[in-house]
């Protein structure tokens, strides 16, 4: 059964940092592209950034370029997005995704000035 369980969410002020983490078991982890997307309250969930199963080719939706970076560790089945310069529109629900095979729960992220 996959089983992705997100953590490191919370409140947070504009120009702070935070870093998600997203454990996977169930499945191979090392061969799976992973994901991560976001959903603000009232607008349609939009992905935030991806990864290769090796980790050599990353992509990034236009708004977090150069705020953000997603990582792995394949050997821990471990997704990381670090999250610097946070801005008030970085506020939602934070979600790890395993292409093809499932979605966590999310974390939420919530920046307050």
């Known amino acids: 059964q996959v089983q992705l369980v997100e953590s490191g969410g919370g409140l947070v002020q504009p120009g702070g940092s935070l870093r998600l983490s997203c454990v996977a078991s169930?499945?191979?982890?090392?061969?799976?592209?992973m994901n991560w997307y976001r959903q603000a309250p009232g607008k349609q969930r939009e992905l935030v950034a991806a990864?290769?199963?090796?980790?050599?080719?990353?992509i990034y939706a236009d708004s977090v370029k150069s705020r953000l970076t997603i990582s792995r560790d394949n050997a821990k089945s471990t997704l990381y997005l670090q999250m610097n310069f946070l801005k008030i529109e970085d506020t939602g629900m934070y979600y790890c995704?395993?292409?093809?095979?499932?979605r966590g729960k999310g974390t939420q992220i919530t920046v307050y000035s």
């Open positions: 990864i290769t199963s090796t980790g050599d080719n990353k």
């Open positions: 169930g499945f191979t982890f090392s061969s799976s592209a």
């Open positions: 995704d395993a292409t093809r095979r499932g």
